[in-house]
C-alpha cells in the first residue's frame, strides 16, 4: 500500500487538532474557564443551559459507575496507580493463596517441598542470566537526558529474549548430572526439562512487562495478571481434582501459566506496534551497561531470599522443606505491600531530579513501613490459626519458623523501597554492596544453624542477615540524601491526614468529587 500523500497527511493533522480544540472546549464549557487562559468566561443564558445539560448528562454516566471502581479517579497519579496496582493484587494473593493451599492440601508436606524446589530453581536461573534488561527499558524510556526510541527498545528485547534463552538452556543441559544428583536427586529426569521450557518464558514474562511499566499502563498490566491468576487457579483445580495428576500436573499449570502471560505480553506490547528487526548494538550496550548493575542488584537479592532452601535440601528432608516454605509464604504476603509501591514508584522517581527523589522516597518508606507493620502483626498473633486453618494440622511445625522470619521480613520492606531510589539514579552499586553483606551473613548463619535448630535455624539466620540488609542501606541513604532517620521510618501528622483522607475517598466516595484532569 503506497503511503498518503503530504495533503492528506496535513488534512488528517487538521482534523485530529480540531478534535483535540473541541474536546477541550468542551471541558471548558462544563467548568466555565477559558483553556488558554484558566480566567472565568462570561456564560450567556443559552450557553449556561447547554452546560447544565452536559453537567446533568456526565452526573447520570458517573452515577451509573461503582463507587469503589470511580476511588483511583480522586487520587493523585502515582497514588491512584499504587490503589489499582495493590487492588489487584491483594485479589491474585488471595486467589493464589486459595490455589497454594489446594496444593499443600493435596500434595502433602513432602509434594509441597518437591513443588518449591521445581518452581524456585527456574526463578534462581533467571535471576542469574536477565542482565537487568528490564530494569534498563524503563530507565531509558523514562529518563530524559537518555531516552530511546520505543521502537528500538522493542528490537532489542526480543533479541535479549533469544540470545539469553539459547545461552542459559545450553548451559543448564551441560549442568544436567550435577542439577539432577544434588538439588534433584529426588525427582524424575522430566521435571528437569520442565524447568528448561520455563526459562524462555520467565525471561519474556518480565521483559515484556517492563514495557507496560516504563509507560505507566498499570491497568492493563494489573487486568492481565489478575486474568491469568483466575486461569491458573481453574486449570490447578482441574489437575488435582479432576483429572488427579498430582505433582506432574501443578507442574504442567506452571508451565501454562507462564506460556500465557508471555503471550499475552507479546500481544500488548509488541504486536502491530513500531519494531526495529535489527537490534541497535549501541543501545544494546547502553542497556547492557545499565542492566548489569540492575542485574547484579536482583541477583543478590534474589539469592538472599532463595539461597536457604537449597542449603535446607543440602541438610533437611523434602518435608521439612515443605514446612518451611509455607511459613515464608505467609510472611511473603507482607511483601506484597512494599513490591507494588516500589513497582509504581521506579518510573516516577526515574523523572524527578534526585532531591524531589530523596524527599520522595523517604515519604515512602516511612508511610510503607507504617502500613505494613498493621498486617505484620495480624500475622503474628492468628499465625498458628492461620496454619491450622488454612493447610492444616500436618503443617503446625511450620508456626516457629513464621515467627522467627517477621521481625526481618518488616525491615526488609525498606530494603525494598530504597533500592528503587539507587537504582533511578544509576547508583546499584550500593544496593549491590549491601545485597552482598547480607548475602554472606545469610549464607553463614544458615550453614550454623540449620544442623542445629532446623527450619529455625533457616528463618533466625535469614531474619537476622534481612535487617542487616536493610539497616546499611538505610545508612547510604540517609549519608546521600542529609534525610534525618526519623524522617524515614516515622509517620507524621501530614502523612496520617493524607492516609485519612486516602481512606474516605476509597471508602466513602459519595462525599468527595471525582477530580477531572484536561
Known amino acids: 500500500m503506497a503511503p498518503p500523500s503530504p495533503c492528506r497527511r496535513r488534512r488528517v493533522a487538521v482534523v485530529a487538532r480540531r478534535e483535540i480544540d473541541w474536546r477541550r472546549l468542551s471541558f471548558a464549557a462544563t467548568q466555565g474557564v477559558n483553556c488558554r487562559t484558566r480566567r472565568r468566561m462570561t456564560i450567556t443564558p443559552d450557553a449556561d443551559s447547554a452546560m447544565r445539560g452536559m453537567d446533568r448528562m456526565a452526573h447520570g454516566v458517573v452515577s451509573r459507575i461503582p463507587p469503589l471502581l470511580l476511588a483511583h479517579r480522586r487520587l493523585d497519579t502515582f497514588s491512584s496507580n499504587v490503589f489499582i496496582v495493590f487492588t489487584v493484587k491483594a485479589i491474585s494473593t488471595v486467589v493464589g493463596m486459595a490455589t497454594g493451599i489446594l496444593v499443600a492440601r493435596s500434595l502433602g508436606p513432602t509434594g509441597k517441598g518437591s513443588y518449591a524446589l521445581i518452581t524456585t530453581l527456574p526463578a534462581l536461573v533467571f535471576c542469574l542470566v536477565h542482565l537487568g534488561v528490564a530494569e534498563a527499558n524503563v530507565y531509558f524510556l523514562r529518563k530524559q537526558t537518555h531516552q530511546m526510541d520505543p521502537a528500538v527498545i522493542r528490537g532489542n528485547t526480543m533479541a535479549f529474549t533469544i540470545l539469553i534463552s539459547g545461552f542459559t538452556v545450553a548451559t543448564l543441559l551441560l549442568l544436567k548430572p550435577y542439577l539432577c544428583s544434588t538439588f534433584l536427586s529426588e525427582l524424575p529426569d522430566i521435571y528437569f526439562y520442565i524447568i528448561l521450557l520455563l526459562v524462555p518464558f520467565f525471561l519474556f514474562d518480565t521483559f515484556g512487562s517492563s514495557l507496560l511499566v516504563a509507560f505507566e499502563q498499570f491497568k492493563l498490566l494489573s487486568a492481565i495478571n489478575l486474568a491469568l491468576r483466575f486461569v491458573d487457579t481453574f486449570v490447578v483445580v482441574a489437575v488435582l481434582y479432576i483429572f488427579d495428576l498430582g505433582l506432574m500436573g501443578v507442574v504442567l499449570a506452571y508451565l501454562l501459566y507462564f506460556v500465557l502471560k508471555s503471550a499475552a505480553f507479546f500481544l500488548v506490547g509488541f504486536w502491530r506496534q513500531p519494531i526495529r528487526r535489527i537490534p541497535d548494538l549501541r543501545s544494546m550496550y547502553s542497556s547492557i551497561k545499565f542492566g548489569l548493575k540492575s542485574h547484579a542488584q536482583s541477583l543478590t537479592g534474589v539469592l538472599h531470599y532463595k539461597i536457604d532452601i537449597y542449603i535446607l535440601a543440602l541438610f533437611l528432608t523434602p518435608g521439612d522443606i515443605g514446612y518451611y516454605s509455607i511459613a515464608v509464604a505467609l510472611v511473603s504476603l507482607i511483601f506484597y505491600i512494599p513490591d507494588v509501591v516500589g513497582h509504581v514508584m521506579y518510573p516516577k522517581v526515574a523523572s524527578l531530579n534526585e532531591k524531589d527523589a530523596h524527599l520522595f522516597t ?117 549519608r546521600q540524601s542529609g534525610i534525618r532517620a526519623k524522617d524515614s521510618l516515622f509517620i507524621n501528622g501530614s502523612d496520617i491526614s493524607a492516609i485519612v483522607q486516602t481512606g474516605q475517598s476509597i471508602v466513602f466516595p459519595h462525599k468527595i468529587k471525582p477530580r477531572v484532569q484536561v
Not at 430 to 454: S, Y
Open 362 to 478: 523517604a515519604q515512602t518508606c516511612r508511610n510503607t513501613l507504617f502500613v505494613t507493620i498493621l498486617p505484620a502483626a495480624g500475622i503474628i498473633v492468628f499465625g498458628r490459626f492461620l496454619i491450622r486453618l488454612l493447610y492444616g494440622q500436618e503443617f503446625l511445625p511450620a508456626t516457629s519458623a513464621l515467627y522467627l522470619l517477621m521481625p526481618g521480613t518488616i525491615t526488609m520492606c525498606l530494603y525494598k523501597i530504597l533500592t528503587r531510589n539507587f537504582t533511578s539514579r544509576n547508583r546499584q552499586e550500593l544496593t549491590v554492596f549491601a545485597g552482598l553483606f547480607g548475602l554472606l551473613i545469610n549464607v553463614g548463619l544458615n550453614l550454623m544453624l540449620i544442623p542445629r535448630m532446623g527450619i529455625a535455624g533457616a528463618a533466625l539466620a535469614t531474619s537476622i542477615s534481612y535487617s542487616s540488609t536493610s539497616i546499611l542501606l538505610l545508612f547510604f541513604f540517609l
